[in-house]
């Protein structure tokens, strides 16, 4: 006799039809408009939708068997990966530009201005090519959005930082001047700046799904509509699973450089000249003529002067006056009487 097969006609922990083609049509609108499209990113659309999402490893095998994935060779496990990551917000920002193409064949630029511990995209422009003006409108921008932060790193394009081509740029001056850390890249090593070649592949993969830019002010628009999805809906395989404005607001920011005293201009040596009094014992030193006296007609004095005072000595080292040192076109100084100051007639500048 034949028994009967005890199987369930459905296996009780299949997920439920209507899930399962709710999830296959958010992965599918997701690829459509442009954005990461993998188990992830749907279990996170359909969290924000209220539902509870299937594990990360049901959803990847319903789109596999659904056919919608290709299958790839075996990659080196994430955790084999060892990602440097700063401690907190501001502590590092990156910043690189990518190339564009609008509808007329220009071809421009985009800089992607970003966090290095959260990820998020502090400011992003596009500009009509990689100059330090750009460069700079960027980081203001990032600035006056988030604040001041310890480090900035970029590669070492001339637009960027090329203190490693023995000059300095615009970028480095405006940073440094505010306290920032300029850092960059070794040449040939490209990996240092990953994390901006990680968001430009995502950005431009959005913006193929796009209509092609006509122009700047069109790309602009496209470029903040990115960077408010990214930001707040995108969910990062790095950040498990958060978004950057989560992952940035979890933690305090980091407190902002202390700006450098400014540079104090440096003060005029001392100097000195020797002059013989004449008949009516007056003596000219620095364009101005000092009256010394009389009496001291013939004797050898020493003028000490700098930025702020002009000293008068005779040779055994008294000082027989002092004053403040004259204002250009000054005619004369002095009565004769030791650390006197006298009012003194300017030149007159009428014709």
Not at 43 to 57: E, L
Not at 110 to 137: C, K, N, P, W, Y
Not at 146 to 159: I, R, S
Request: some cysteine; proline content about 8%; glycine content about 8%.
């Amino acid at each position: 006799m034949r028994l009967k097969s005890t199987r369930p006609l459905e296996s009780p922990h299949r997920t439920a039809s209507e899930i399962e083609k709710l999830a296959l049509d958010i992965r599918a609108e997701l690829e459509r408009d442009g954005w990461d499209h993998g188990p992830l990113s749907v279990a996170a659309k359909i969290r924000r939708m209220g539902a509870t999402p299937p594990s990360r490893a049901t959803l990847a095998r319903i789109f596999s068997r659904s056919g919608v994935v290709v299958s790839a060779p075996r990659k080196r496990p994430r955790s084999s990966y060892k990602r440097f990551v700063y401690p907190a917000p501001n502590c590092c920002w990156q910043m690189d530009a990518t190339d564009r193409t609008l509808a007329d064949g220009t071809v421009v630029v985009i800089f992607q201005l970003t966090d290095d511990h959260s990820r998020l995209a502090v400011a992003s422009l596009a500009a009509s090519g990689e100059t330090s003006d750009g460069a700079m409108a960027t980081v203001a921008l990032g600035i006056a959005r988030h604040g001041v932060p310890l480090k900035l790193l970029t590669d070492n394009g001339a637009a960027l930082n090329p203190t490693r081509r023995g000059f300095s740029g615009q970028l480095v001056t405006m940073v440094t001047a505010l306290g920032v850390e300029a850092i960059t890249g070794r040449p040939g090593k490209p990996t240092t700046q990953g994390k901006n070649e990680r968001i430009h592949q995502t950005l431009h993969r959005y913006l193929d799904k796009q209509p092609v830019a006509e122009d700047l002010v069109q790309l602009q628009a496209q470029v903040d509509t990115f960077d408010l999805y990214y930001n707040k809906e995108r969910p990062h395989q790095s950040l498990d699973g958060k978004t950057p404005q989560e992952a940035w607001d979890a933690l305090p920011t980091a407190l902002p450089p202390i700006p450098p005293e400014p540079a104090q201009p440096l003060a005029t040596p001392v100097q000195s000249v020797t002059r013989t009094a004449g008949p009516t014992g007056r003596i000219t030193a620095t364009g101005v003529t000092i009256m010394i006296g009389r009496e001291h007609a013939g004797r050898t004095f020493h003028v000490l002067y700098d930025d702020t005072d002009l000293r008068i000595y005779d040779n055994q080292g008294n000082e027989i006056q002092h004053h403040a040192r004259p204002a250009k076109g000054t005619r004369s100084l002095g009565n004769g009487k030791p650390r006197g100051f006298m009012a003194t007639r300017q030149v007159s500048t009428k014709s």
